[in-house]
């Protein structure tokens, strides 16, 4: 595995592949979740690049940038064992430039649900999404469902800039008793770890009752409240798969998102129904 630390090397390397490339950009701490990304990319592409870059702009003044758990030579060895070919590990002063022209998420999709609570958060996702995609030029990039609206935004560009990849949607790596994976798990203290099930546990409450016939999101959102009842839930929604809100299920094009804190950890979740 050869570790790139700057864009113009990552380029340069990429000039000399031959055959697919697949593109798993992350900001490290890796876990499971992550490495269902990697292991499909391997398993469907010629050569695959890892990005592990802590990205600043898509952090919120007051959230958790600074103590962001880093965990560079565990990731190093994840990613040499699980055979990767390229791990690209940039500084952000050789990312970012002053006065740059910014990609912005869109006005609407770009400032709710997550882009609500978490204003600007998007238009930092897609602007280092952006910049990844032009260094490693991957024939395929893989993202986790896990961050659902995060997927659809970086579709949505990908289609708007007539970018030449192609997204590959990965489905949601979660522990034994059904919480998400997530590099933020490791702020959990045991009891808030207990608590932190709550989410995958209201979902799968919802998924339990439009297996049964009930389509009705008032009713589905009011069951899944009472499920999360002992955490600070920020929103439950239902949303079809353009992310347009639903108040009747559509079995095929629906997906059922929550986001809360658990003491002061937020997590998010989903289920695509
Ligand atoms: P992050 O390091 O949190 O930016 O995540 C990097 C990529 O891994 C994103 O595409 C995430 O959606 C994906 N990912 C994170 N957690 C999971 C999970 N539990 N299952 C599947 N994909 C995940």
Redesign the pocket.
């Known amino acids: 595995m050869e570790i790139v630390k700057t864009p113009s090397d990552l380029k340069r390397l990429r000039k000399s592949m031959q055959g697919s490339v697949g593109f798993v ?4 701490a890796l876990h499971k ?2 490495l ?2 990697i292991e499909r990319s391997i398993k469907e592409n010629d050569t695959t690049i890892v990005s592990i870059f802590v990205n600043p702009t898509q952090f919120l003044p007051g959230e958790d940038f600074e103590k962001y758990p880093r965990r560079y030579e565990a990731d190093k060895k994840i990613c040499e064992l699980a055979g990767v070919d390229i791990l690209f590990m940039p500084e952000v002063k050789d990312i970012y430039f002053e006065d740059e022209v910014k990609v912005k998420a869109p006005d609407v999709l770009g400032y709710v649900l997550e882009g609500h609570f978490r204003p600007g958060h998007f238009d930092g996702v897609l602007h280092i999404v952006n910049k990844l995609l032009h260094i490693a030029s991957p024939d395929r990039a893989y ?2 469902k ?2 659902a609206q ?1 997927l659809f935004l970086i579709q949505q560009m990908v289609r708007d800039h007539f970018m030449d990849v192609e997204i590959v949607s ?4 979660r522990e034994p008793d059904g919480l ?4 933020r798990n490791v702020y959990l203290d045991p009891d808030e770890r207990q608590k932190a099930q709550l989410l995958s546990k209201s979902l799968k409450k919802a998924a339990k009752m439009v297996q049964m016939g009930e389509k009705n999101s008032q009713k589905i959102k009011a069951q899944m409240e009472e499920i999360l009842q002992p955490i600070k839930v920020e929103y439950i929604e239902i949303v079809d798969r353009n992310f347009k809100r639903l108040d009747t299920i559509e079995v095929g094009n629906s997906i059922i998102l929550v986001a809360a804190y658990v003491g002061d950890t937020r997590l998010i979740d989903n289920i695509w129904i």
Request: a negative charge; proline letters at 5%.
């Open positions: 950009p992350t900001m490290g979740g992550h269902s990304l993202f986790g896990k961050d995060q990965c489905e949601i790596v998400a994976l997530s590099s």
